[in-house]
């Protein structure tokens, strides 16, 4: 017990409430309606969730190098749909598969270097470029595929997305909780890590101190592309398609979960427990959602609704830092 | 003082946008000759309308140091409420539409202002939250569904126009009486912008927010008039464009932001704010317009538009904000 609460407090306070949040709304949802805790209701949710959180992780870097990226749903299709062109041109072949996933990374982290580059050597705002990129990208998408869905994929790549091990554990969620796990390494354990968070709480005292700024942009959106491409082929093997407009309201998700999940939107702090509580936070709401057959119109508006009553919270909470200390101790 | 054509004015922002825009007309009138017609004039116009009023808000607002995403929403919301209040009360005033959509509008700029100016929320992630607040309400009350049956003597203003031209084919081009409404808002906004306090405080607190709260300007009631203002704006041209399209739909202008963001980034206005012109602006969303009109004559095939026109903005933009890096870290004398 004396361990647990040391524990605790250790935890920082975001943290924490971001647990009782999830909880919470657990507790609710299965006082309201037992399907909510069904097997199939959460073997569906462990099935959704890898796609727009894989993404999180790519705007939580951005985020941190005091940057945005709003063109990762469009990075992400166009990986998709060059996965996708590439496997129906070789036949849908084992090797076909592994040479469209490698080639869909690719083309992500040079839509990422595209974009590191115009906001690290030309010091144009991230917010433009990667709002101009994710029309550029999308557009790509749009003029490969020529308006349609490209259909017909292969089942073998169909299991990344819709196959599970034993039923019980999707192979999408295992590729999300190693991406976590590898996104928190990078963050805590690497000098690249460090560097970020430098940059990011004040690129001009991070130059001084002999951090290649440039690089880790460059770095930094290049990772964030390479998670776009990830979930791109995650996306197109859910879906068995590859369209140039999958996933547009995940821009926003993604903001919003990064937000939720304790990163500074002026950069230089973050945690990865904290988003990847926040992406299971906005799993659960998404699901009660579905359960109590809440119109798809609906979710749009709460999201909206969330990202401000989070950032307003936020907001009143800094304004009065000791107000709030002795309150909550 | 050398005259209109000195070196200094030849080489401004704006002039190298006039410089583009008449490249690109002669190519487009090489290519096709019927697009010398004063119907293409009128068409362009026509075109300019809404997007010409938006990029005014979001011109002002960026100068402001701020940028606001939520505009398209905002306007579906009023246009959608306003069309769907008159027909369920059998209202059926030209008046009661504009008041209607501009007091929707200004609740909607009220609501960015408390955010952005009150709580100092970044304005890109509080205008997105409001984006979607925006649309998400109207989906649901809309359930994705389109009114067609505007109040008639609303629906009869679509047909008003300021002067027609018989062409030579028999056929008639017209110029909407619609268009006096931005060219009021542009000499208004030029006048604000460069003749009046408020103008000048605006361009202030972009340029740097604390410098000028420490001159003594009041930043925040500043960005409530700016966004109220930018709301009512909004919620003018929501209306404006359900009666020229002659329906309510509630998802037809979203992803507006892109374009009208790029006009004003194209026409010279820096996104880090401080600085634009009303002209710059208009020129900036007239080279949009024209090329996302005109790349079928061009031979460019459809499903290649949005690259081509993310393209142009990633070009233009690049080539703004490089200009704008240059003329900064230039010696000032």
């Known amino acids: 017990m004396e361990k647990l609460k040391k524990s605790l407090k250790n935890c920082d306070k975001n943290t924490v409430t971001l647990l009782g ?5 657990v507790v609710i949802m299965a006082m309201i309606t037992p399907d909510f805790l069904q097997g199939s209701n959460i073997s569906s949710m462990a099935f959704q969730f890898p796609e727009f959180g894989i993404l999180c992780f790519g705007m939580m870097f951005c985020m941190i190098a005091d940057g945005i990226d709003l063109s990762l749903v469009g990075t992400a299709n166009l990986s998709g749909i060059v996965a996708a062109v590439i496997i129906m041109s070789m036949g849908g072949s084992p090797v076909s598969i592994i040479i469209a996933i490698i080639a869909a990374i690719l083309v992500g982290a ?7 580059y115009l906001i690290g050597q030309l010091q144009i705002p991230a917010m433009l470029v990667t709002l101009c990129g994710g029309q550029l990208y999308t557009g790509l998408g749009v003029a490969i595929t020529k308006g349609p869905a490209i259909t017909g994929l292969p089942d073998s790549l169909q299991k990344i997305g819709n196959g599970s091990i034993g039923g019980l554990i999707p192979y999408s969620s295992i590729i999300f909780v190693a991406i976590a796990v590898g996104m928190n390494f990078i963050l805590k354990y690497t000098v690249f890590g460090k560097q970020l968070c430098f940059m990011g709480s004040n690129a001009t005292a991070s130059r001084y101190a002999g951090i290649n700024n440039l690089r880790i942009t460059l770095l930094t959106y290049m990772l964030s592309g390479i998670l776009a491409a990830v979930a791109g082929i995650i996306i197109i093997s859910h879906y068995g398609s590859a369209k140039s407009d999958y996933g547009t309201s995940y821009t926003l998700l993604t903001l919003l979960i990064v937000v939720l999940g304790g990163v500074a939107p002026s950069g230089g702090r973050g945690k990865v427990l904290g988003v990847a509580l926040a992406i299971v936070i906005l799993q659960l709401i998404s699901s009660a959602f579905n359960i109590l057959r809440f119109d798809s119109f609906f979710k749009t508006l709460v999201w909206g609704l969330l990202l401000i009553v989070v950032m307003v919270a936020k907001a009143i909470i800094q304004a009065h830092p000791i107000k709030f200390r002795r309150k909550l101790s | 003082m050398k005259g209109i054509f000195s070196k200094k004015n030849m080489t401004t922002n704006e002039m190298f946008v006039v410089y583009i825009i008449l490249a690109l007309s002669l190519l487009i009138g090489l290519v096709n000759p019927a697009f010398f017609a004063l119907s293409t004039v009128f068409g362009t116009a026509r075109s300019m309308l809404i997007t010409s009023i938006f990029a005014l808000c979001e011109m002002v607002i960026i100068i402001s140091g701020g940028i606001d995403v939520s505009f398209p929403a905002v306007a579906s919301f009023c246009l959608y409420f306003t069309v769907s209040i008159m027909n369920n009360f059998h209202i059926d005033s030209v008046v009661f539409a504009f008041v209607c959509a501009s007091l929707f509008g200004l609740v909607w700029g009220m609501l960015n202002a408390v955010l952005i100016g009150k709580f100092k929320i970044p304005a890109l992630i509080a205008t997105l939250g409001t984006s979607s607040l925006a649309n998400g309400a109207t989906l649901v009350y809309s359930g994705g569904r389109e009114i067609s049956n505007i109040p008639n003597s609303v629906d009869a203003l679509s047909q008003k126009f300021l ?3 018989a062409n030579a084919t028999g056929g008639k081009s017209a110029l909407t009486v619609f268009i006096i409404l931005p060219i009021v808002l542009c000499f208004f906004m030029h006048w604000v912008l460069k ?9 202030a607190i972009g340029g740097d927010a604390n410098a000028a709260r420490i001159a003594g300007i009041n930043v925040m009631k500043t960005q409530f008039i700016i966004y109220m203002a930018a709301g009512v704006l909004t919620g003018i041209a929501g ?6 399209m002659r329906n309510a739909n509630p998802s037809n202008l979203m992803g507006a932001e892109m374009m009208v963001i790029a006009a004003v980034v194209i026409g010279g ?11 710059g602006t208009v020129l900036g969303v007239l080279l949009i317009t024209l090329v996302s009109n005109n790349l079928i004559m061009l031979g460019v095939p459809n499903y290649w538009q949005t690259f081509a026109v993310g393209l142009i903005i990633v070009i233009g933009t690049s080539i703004t904000s490089l200009r ?9 004398l």
């Not at chain 1, 040079?110 to 590191?116: A, D, E, H, Q, T």
């Open chain 1, 21 to 25: 949040i999830a909880v919470g709304i």
């Open chain 1, 110 to 116: 040079l839509c990422g270097l595209v974009n590191g």
């Open chain 2, 163 to 165: 002067f027609s031209v």
């Open chain 2, 195 to 203: 003749h009046t306090m408020l103008g000048r405080e605006i361009y």
């Open chain 2, 239 to 244: 209306i404006s464009n359900t009666i020229l």
């Open chain 2, 269 to 279: 206005t820096r996104i880090t704010g401080g600085h634009g012109t009303v002209v």
């Open chain 2, 324 to 332: 704008a890096k240059k003329i900064a870290l230039s010696p000032k």
